[in-house]
T-cell receptor
Framework: GAVVSQHPSRVICKSGTSVKIECRSL??????MFWYRQFPKQSLMLMAT?????????EQGVEKDKFLINHASLTLSTLTVTSAHPEDSSFYIC?????????????FGPGTRLTVL | GENVEQHPSTLSVQEGDSAVIKCTYS??????FPWYKQELGKRPQLIID?????GEKKDQRIAVTLNKTAKHFSLHITETQPEDSAVYFC????????????FGRGTQLTVWP
């Protein structure tokens, strides 16, 4: 149980284009989903918290107009990187926290490798 | 906000030896401390977690200890095996963070056969 999927696993795009990444909880409902960014050999940096039916909460320093988050249902959150530039190239990974759990346990998706040319 | 420090950044041990990774946190309101294992190119996997009403938790070869007064927690792996080789991340959250987790910088553990 507690499986989280992410799509696509890899994406290459041209500078200036927008890219959408989907995060789905496959076998549970997620009250909250989280989006992280991970640079090579570095830690997971929390970008934003996504709650179903409400606006996302962004961490300090993360541009909300650049990283658009939509949490349309209890099993789906999307991250759109708008007007992507080479410096946005990174590994983006989501996590989901089960609705029925009183804990703060997060289950991670497999991540999306974004390369902006 | 929460700040998590993790040490060491790299750790090499011989198969069968023990490995210890230590973390400190800054927000005294944090009450949830998970540890994740991430193999190269894969997602982080939760291996053990502890809440602040518990001082120690053990699961087979893995144990975690928490000292809330000192605001530090540690991961202990006994009888290490080559398949334990990975990057391990500690995290702190819960309490005032509303479910958010803040991660340490990670420890690259290498277990030599």
């Amino acid at each position: 149980g507690a499986v989280v999927s992410q799509h696509p696993s890899r994406v290459i795009c041209k500078s200036g284009t927008s890219v959408k990444i989907e995060c789905r909880s496959l076998d549970f409902q997620a009250t909250t989903m989280f989006w992280y960014r991970q640079f090579p050999k570095q830690s997971l940096m929390l970008m934003a918290t996504s709650n179903e039916g409400s606006k996302a909460t962004y961490e300090q320093g993360v541009e909300k107009d650049k990283f658009l988050i939509n949490h349309a249902s209890l099993t789906l959150s999307t991250l759109t990187v708008t007007s992507a530039h080479p410096e946005d190239s990174s590994f983006y990974i989501c996590s989901a926290s089960p609705r029925t759990s009183y804990t703060d346990t997060q289950y991670f998706g497999p991540g999306t490798r974004l390369t902006v040319l | 906000g929460e700040n998590v420090e993790q040490h060491p950044s790299t750790l090499s041990v011989q198969e069968g030896d023990s490995a210890v990774i230590k973390c400190t946190y800054s927000d005294s309101a944090s009450n949830y401390f998970p540890w994740y294992k991430q193999e190269l190119g894969k997602r982080p996997q939760l291996i053990i977690d502890i809440r602040s009403n518990v001082g120690e938790k053990k699961d087979q070869r893995i144990a975690v200890t928490l000292n809330k007064t000192a605001k530090h927690f540690s991961l202990h792996i006994t009888e290490t095996q080559p398949e334990d080789s990975a990057v391990y991340f500690c995290a702190a959250g819960g309490g005032s963070t509303l479910g958010r987790l803040y991660f340490g910088r990670g420890t690259q553990l290498t277990v030599w056969p």
